[in-house]
């Protein structure tokens, strides 16, 4: 019996210790695992609560709870370091920083719009970098474009059709007495001119043209004296200085370039030009058909005896010289060619053109009266067609 307790004890005994074994084995298989589980779980935490601190600081909306609209204002030539710390002066972001790096980053940084906008704090970082680049705020400037060759009541009208201006009434009286703008000497020079009162409008060819970049709200008074302060570029010292060597004035320049403008296409400019520069010379009249389309307001081919003799100073038919004034906007090239004829027609003494096809604007050159009759014999019965085909008798 004693044999037997003892074999009973030692056999629990192996048992307990053989369990312990397996535990302790267990255990150390479990302990690491456990302890890295427990690692990953702080990181994690640690990593959210970092995130949240770093989007609670600087990426959140400046007031979650908050959508009172912000009236913000992107002007014209703002830089996205302006525009982002206006934001956070605004309370509309949480960081300039942020909000800079963010549009550099998705590319946004070149896109924002100038503007009036209405955000809200609540609004999210991505919804303002959004908005700002879809330009969906009024706009604060627009474009407009002065076309070479038209003359100022073509452009008011084209003012008013793109509801730049209500109406072009005090637009064309501004530039009809050009008072308010004697403080440009070439207008308050052309006012000195003989006959300047009689003028259609005393600013027309005055208005450069060009695309200029206008305010939203942008008088008349604005957009007239936008266009004037490019008239010196267009014109600047040096062309006046040779128009001075060759006896013309800026206005007599203009005066021609703007006849050269209406006559030909830019390819017979200078041969334009040298055409009229010879019968100047010689002082023959002008006789260009353009300056009766001025006073009349329409460009017809074939004229009559009653356009050839109407009486007006713009008549080159009827008045020796220059007519009294810019019939358009002349283009730079245009004046160049005024100042600089085709020096080849200039010495072969051409004094006639005529067009050869009217809708192509293609032109005839002649010395001769005998030459220039015998083109027009040719080519006058187009321009009745080309006349009766737009409904002009």
Not at 164 to 172: C, I, K, N, P
Not at 187 to 205: C, F, I, S, W
Not at 274 to 290: E, I, Y
Request: include cysteine; glycine fraction near 6%.
């Amino acid at each position: 019996m004693k044999k037997k307790r003892n074999y009973t004890y030692r056999t629990m005994r192996d048992e307990r210790q053989y369990g312990l074994y397996w535990y302790s084995a267990l255990w150390n298989i479990l302990r690491p695992v456990l302890v890295g589980l427990g690692a990953v779980i702080v990181v994690i935490g640690l990593l959210y609560s970092g995130w949240n601190a770093i989007y609670d600081g600087y990426l959140a909306p400046a007031d979650i709870e908050d959508r009172t609209e912000i009236a913000f204002e992107v002007e014209s030539g703002q830089s996205l370091t302006r525009v982002a710390n206006n934001l956070e002066a605004a309370g509309l972001i949480r960081n300039r920083t942020v909000f800079k790096y963010y549009c550099d980053f998705a590319g946004m940084g070149q896109k924002i719009q100038s503007g009036n906008y209405l955000l809200t704090p609540a609004m999210t970082m991505q919804e303002i970098a959004d908005q700002l680049t879809r330009g969906d705020g009024n706009p604060l400037v627009r474009n407009i474009t002065m076309i070479p060759g038209w003359t100022l009541e073509e452009f008011a009208s084209k003012l008013v059709e793109d509801k730049v201006l209500t109406d072009s009434a005090e637009f064309l009286e501004l530039c009809r007495t050009g008072d308010k703008f004697t403080d440009y000497y070439y207008v308050a020079d052309a006012r000195t001119t003989p006959n300047a009162g009689q003028r259609k409008y005393m600013l027309e060819g005055y208005l450069s043209p060009n695309t200029y970049e206008i305010y939203t709200n942008a008088s008349a008074e604005d957009i007239i004296r936008k266009l004037l302060s490019q008239t010196e570029r267009a014109f600047p010292a040096d062309y006046q200085d040779y128009a001075a060597e060759k006896g013309f004035t800026m206005d007599e320049i203009l005066t021609l370039a703007s006849m050269i403008e209406k006559e030909a296409k830019s390819s017979d400019f200078a041969k334009v030009s040298a055409v009229f520069h010879n019968r100047l010379k010689q002082g023959m009249k002008l006789q260009s058909d353009v300056t009766i389309h001025y006073v009349t307001g329409v460009r017809k081919m074939s004229l009559d005896n009653d356009d050839l003799g109407m009486h007006s100073l713009y008549n080159t038919y009827e008045n020796a010289g220059l007519p009294l004034g810019p019939i358009c906007a002349p283009s730079v090239d245009a004046i160049n060619a005024a100042l600089y004829p085709d020096e080849s027609y200039v010495a072969e003494n051409y004094l006639y053109f005529c067009a050869k096809d009217p809708a192509s604007g293609e032109l005839y050159f002649s010395r001769t009266l005998q030459e220039h009759e015998q083109a027009v014999a040719i080519y006058a019965p187009l321009w009745k067609e080309y006349d009766q085909s737009r409904g002009i008798e």
